[in-house]
Each structure stands twice: as C-alpha cells, then as structure tokens.
C-alpha cells in the first residue's frame, strides 16, 4: 500500500469519527470530489470502490449525505446511506491530494489521480508553457568576515567556526551553533538568509529556535553574551525562544518595530513590500515599541497580533489572530483565508520564485481555505482557475488576467 493510500484510509477514518482537523477534512474531499460531468458524490465514491477488491472493511461508516452538504454547501436532495468503506489493497490507486480550495458561495476541489495505464486528462485551464516545482529547504549563511556558504549544498557535519563556535548542519538540514569561548564571539555576526523558493531552519547559540520563509533573513551574533539577545530579521521569520529570564530577548526590524520577550513562541512577517509589520504571539508574552512613535509599548497575549503601519507606526491589535493561517508556511501549507488575489501572488512569487505581473486590472477575489506547498505550480494555478482567473506561465513570469 502507498503511503498516499495509507494517508487516504486514515483521513476517512478520521472523518467518521468525527475528529478530523479542517486541514484533514480538505485533504479528503479534494480526492472525493464531483466529477466534472456532474456524477452524484455516492455515485462517484461507489464506483472508485468497486474497483476493489472485495473484503477488508474499513472499521468506520461514512454519512455521505453529511460529506456532500460539506463539499458543496448544500444539502442532496435525497437522504444517502451510511456506506462502510472498502479497505485499498496493494498495488491499486495511486492517489495524490492535489487542492482544495472552498471559494466564497461554492467550492472548487482539485485532485490528481494517476492510473499507471489510464492517466487521467484535465481540461486545460491555464496557459502554461512549463512548470516550476515548489520551494525547498535551502539558505545562505553569510559569515562575520564577509565569505557566503550556499546550505543547500552543504554536507552535514561541520560547516565553519567562527569565534570559537562550531557551525553544524544536522541531518535533518536544522543549522546549529555550538558556542566556543572566544571574547569577541558577541561582536562577530551573521547571516543566514533565504532566496525566494527557499525555507530553512535554525537553532542560535541560545538555544532559541527559528524557521524562516522564502525571501528573508535573520543577522545575530555567534555567542550571546550580554544583557540581552539581540537579533534583527526582514520577511517572515518564526521564533521558538529559549527562556533566560536574566538575558532577554530582543528582535529588531528595518521598519522599526522593536519585539522583546523572555521565551515565547511568535511570529513576525516583515516583508519589505508589505505596509505593515504583523507580530502574531503563539505562547508566552512579548512587548513591542515602534521607533520614533509615541504610542507606548504594547505587551501582547497569546492569540494575539499587532500590526504596525509602517509610515507612521500606527499600531493596531487583533484580540483574536488567525493562528492557523500566521503558522501554516511554518508547516507545510498556503493557507489562502480571508487572502485577496494580490496577497496570494506574492506568497506564490516567493515560494515558487517566479515574477507576477497583472493584465489589466487585479482582480477582485477573496479565497478561504489551505493547500499544500509542495505542490507544483502548474497544479495550484488550476485549481485558482477555479475561480474565474486566468494565468499564463512564462519561463519564471506569471501574469495574472481577468
């Protein structure tokens, strides 16, 4: 059994039990989907099972009727039956969760199937000329004299010493700092930044933990060794903060926006094409001041997001962020809720590196819902053709059309 296939049993069983997540139940119905002929939902599940081989009963009910009002937003007209699920046996259906997308007054799910002799042909909707692969895990780390090493490349074991500090790279692709006892190891400082379709890991002297996105950039030194922590980033960086209550924890931004905590968790989108600085606090408490405003500090609680404007640090509190869709590059998914049609461009020019110009206007579009980052281009831009927008993929160009 694949483990696309295994992935498949665990979400139905997950579904009828009731304790699917909404991230989980989107992976689902993006491969039990409407056929594009308009098949019933039942119709369409019952002769993918038939397909099977008999026996091996999955050990859960599934209430179609439920599903279907799910998927589509409205009831079916006729009550459906409870089925029980066949179990997948080797060498059947290969399956790949490719999108969903749940669009404002209905729903678009996008899945792939691959038949090893019967490929299935989707309807071209989108005008591409080649494809682009999603990012990976990848950075540059720039060391205190100047000298730049590409991390992609780099083997696991030791990278370089700086200060007295070992620089490893684990199996896993984390970056660590192993610090030494050289005395001008808290003047010595560096770098680690990611190009566009790059995401990295990395665990400063401290202890402290840090994921950066594509586009951004993190400057600290080798060994912390004075009164506070202090470290600088740009784009959208995600903090796990070792807790030294004697030694606190300071983040600095170009825009101004000053971040102190003791150990927390939170997260920063500093973007320098974006208007505003977003600090989403995860756990723990932080206090943020902007420099040259005069609006006091403010301390933020878990759940919580401020948001300061860059041109005249005006600072704005959300009581209740979206957790789900700060974090979800963090793991692994675009999560497109309450996003417009420029804002999911420009996740998609850094992650996938490409160039995105409009034809005529921008459209005017607002999306809910998540898919997965490690889907190719071609495959997400067809499933926002969904909604009424058109693309063209030109070597590393895009252009968006109404």
């Known amino acids: 059994m694949t483990q696309d296939q295994n992935r498949i049993i665990q979400l139905l069983e997950l579904y009828a039990g009731n304790k699917a997540t909404a991230t989980e139940t989107a992976e689902l119905f993006a491969y039990i989907r409407e ?37 589509t937003g409205q009831p079916m ?15 059947q259906r290969k399956l790949a969760v490719a ?35 999603p990012g990976r895990s990848g950075a540059i780390l720039q060391l ?7 991390l992609d490349s780099a083997g696991n074991g030791l990278v370089a010493t700086q200060g007295g500090a070992e620089i490893r790279k684990l199996p896993n692709g984390e970056l660590v700092y192993k610090a030494g006892k050289s005395g001008n190891a808290e003047s010595m400082l560096n770098t680690m930044s990611t190009p566009k379709g ?26 912390f060794t004075g009164k506070t922590r202090t470290v600088s980033v740009k784009g959208e960086v995600y903090f796990d903060v070792a807790t030294k209550a004697a030694q606190p924890f300071r983040v600095q931004t170009t825009a101004g926006l000053n971040i102190e905590v003791l150990g927390t ?26 420099t040259g405003s005069s609006q006091p500090a403010t301390i933020l609680k878990p759940g ?29 998914y675009f999560n497109f809720e309450g996003s417009n049609v420029e804002e999911v461009m420009k996740e998609l020019e850094r992650w996938y590196d490409v160039e995105v110009v409009y034809e005529g206007a921008i459209p005017k579009k607002e999306f809910v819902g998540e898919m997965n980052r490690q889907l190719s281009l071609a495959t997400v831009l067809k499933a926002l053709s ?15 059309m109404q």
């Open 35 to 71: 056929t594009e002929t308009g098949q019933p939902l039942q119709e369409r599940i019952e002769a993918l099972l038939a397909e099977e081989q008999p026996g091996n009963q999955l050990p859960v009910a599934v209430n179609w009727n439920k599903m279907f009002a799910q998927i």
């Open 265 to 290: 968790a939170f997260n920063i989108n500093a973007y320098e094409d974006m208007g505003s600085v977003n600090t989403t606090l995860i756990e723990g408490a932080v206090k943020l001041s902007a």
């Open 144 to 150: 205190a004299d100047g000298s730049s090493i590409v």
């Open 386 to 400: 969904g909604t009424g927008i058109n693309f063209k993929l030109e070597g590393k160009k895009l252009t968006v």
């Open 198 to 223: 790059r995401q990295f890991q990395l665990s400063l002297p401290d202890g402290t933990k840090v994921w950066l996105n594509a586009g951004s950039s993190i400057t600290y030194p080798v060994a």
């Open 304 to 332: 919580q997001e401020l948001s300061m404007n860059k041109e005249d640090k005006k600072m704005q509190l959300n009581e209740q962020a979206d957790i789900g869709k700060t974090i979800a590059w963090k793991n692994g």
């Open 99 to 133: 999108a969903v997308l749940l669009l404002s007054g209905g729903a678009l799910w996008l899945s792939m199937r691959d038949h090893s002799n019967d490929p299935v042909k989707e309807k071209e909707i989108v005008a591409i000329t080649n494809d682009l692969p």
């Open 77 to 91: 007209e006729q009550e459906a039956a409870i089925v029980p699920m066949s179990w997948y046996k080797k060498h």
